[in-house]
């Protein structure tokens, strides 16, 4: 590989956890627009566990905008931390990448009055569509979880 294909691919990969980066912030700023842009256009493969399984990445952004936006008494009713870490990624082709990432999760559920945390890993495929490096597939697969009352003491700002 020369030292051109190899900054080429550098750039590619440094792209591409932007763009991880910026799903899991938009996951935690409840921002169904950003969310939904860093799938391909059309026919995504998702596949989130319990969440379900997707051939497009408009009916997981509608279960995220459900879920991510529901309120109560003008509040958020799920709050949400997403740490994604170790990133794994390879550059498989001309636009095409695959990546692992692993997941630190924490979310707070304001209705069940409940804490839940937990670890899992993504197995993601990535596409360059109109320029931009986009996620074409990501399946996840939890790894352990707890889920722990909210004590009466419990103060939460939001």
Known sequence: MTPEERLAAL???????????????ACDAKDPATFRACFIAHG??????????FDD???????FTRIALHTVDG??????????M??????????TATGRWTLKFRQLNMIERTERLLTGEYDDGYLIEDGAWKIARSHFRQ??????????DAIVEV
Request: glycine share 12%.
């Open 57 to 63: 990445a408009d009916k997981i952004a509608a279960v």
């Open 11 to 25: 750039e590619h990969i440094e792209a591409i956890k932007a763009l991880k980066h910026r799903y899991f912030r």
């Open 86 to 95: 170790h990133p794994d990624i390879t550059v498989t082709g001309p636009g």
């Open 75 to 84: 509040r958020p009713a799920i709050l949400d931390m997403h740490h994604g």
């Open 143 to 152: 790894l352990w979880a707890i889920t722990r009352p909210l004590g009466d």
């Open 44 to 53: 995504a493969d998702i596949n989130y566990g319990p969440l379900g399984g």
